[in-house]
């Protein structure tokens, strides 16, 4: 899909974006420490499974399997060699899955390194490496770079630009957040508004807010508030998690339920978030209950 005609598709309707990637994997078998952007080339059939529930959900923008594409990232399963054939493969088996009239984000999450000076990473390495990623997903037809998770909006900008200069036309980018006194901080100390100069700056045009650390749904609806208001007219983007985890035997448990997510979906759209979707917890399920709200406030039943 023409990447404009996102940009312009938004200022007629909110979309819909899809949800949770790593959990839908390992309820097909990916194993806890498992490369799940090998499955890109190993098992593709099961990453088109959960892509085409998405699209059965109703889902506007399919994001491809390459969370942890990066040669950084990838490094750290020993095959940063294999960066450029598994997320061509991601893309590839996004675009079959979503068909026309949808888009396909290619997925670029942080590298899970600091940059210097904090960290090892100068940002010539992180921009060849975001540079790479984005090269490879747009060549297996990704239409848009989805930057997400962000912590260090120095990073997102580098990664941006790294989209941009692959030749992205159109880069989202989105942080996650948590609640740090009356408003929002990453993990890195950045306010909704620091981050969102860094990203546009980079070259996003599209910003805003997915997963997140204990955050509820009241608080991802005025996170959407601030973001909105931090982002002077450009769209925002908010993917909560099924809302604020607890922790069982170790692992992190997300209990809103279809309905209580769906119930926010009005709740964003009036305080001006145009694209939604799901993070951590999120289902095809969720998903097809948020796509019926939204659904329902395009038929002007608010209630
Ligand atoms: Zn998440």
């Not at 593709?44 to 923008?61: P, T």
């Not at 805003?208 to 973001?227: F, I, K, M, P, Q």
């Amino acid at each position: 899909m023409d990447t404009i005609s996102l940009i312009e598709a938004l200022v007629d309707r909110p979309l819909l974006c899809d949800g949770a990637m790593g959990t839908q994997l390992q309820a097909r078998g990916l194993k806890p420490g498992q490369c799940g952007e090998e499955w890109n080339v190993t098992a593709a059939a099961r990453v088109e499974d959960v892509h085409r529930r998405y699209v059965a959900a109703g889902c506007d923008l399919i994001t491809t399997n390459t969370f942890g594409g990066t040669d950084v990232a990838l490094a750290r399963h020993g095959l940063a060699a294999r960066g450029r054939e598994f997320n061509e493969a991601g893309a590839r088996v996004a675009r079959l899955a979503a068909g026309p009239g949808r888009w396909v984000l290619g997925d670029v999450g942080p590298l899970g390194e600091l940059l210097e000076p904090w960290g090892t990473i100068s940002s010539a390495t992180a921009g060849r490496a975001f540079r790479d990623q984005a090269a490879a997903l747009l060549a297996g037809g990704a239409d848009v770079i989805l930057v997400e998770t962000m912590s260090d909006p120095q990073e997102a900008a580098i990664a941006a630009r790294g989209a941009r200069e692959a030749g992205a036309r159109l880069v989202i980018a989105t942080f996650a957040f948590q609640a740090a006194g009356d408003g929002f901080r990453t993990m890195m100390g950045a306010t909704a508004r620091e981050c969102v100069r860094a990203a546009m700056q980079g070259g996003a045009s599209i910003v805003g807010a997915n997963c997140g650390t204990n955050l509820s749904l009241a608080d991802y609806v005025r996170l959407g508030r601030e973001l909105v208001e931090a982002a002077e007219g450009h769209p925002v983007i908010v993917q909560p998690n099924a809302g604020a985890p607890r922790l069982v035997n170790g692992a992190a448990v997300y209990d809103e339920s279809a309905v209580e997510l769906a119930s926010c979906v009005p709740k964003f759209l009036a305080a001006g978030v145009r694209v939604i979707g799901g993070c951590c917890g999120t289902t095809p399920e969720h998903l097809a209950a948020m796509a019926e709200a939204m659904r329902r406030h395009a038929a002007g039943d608010r209630g």
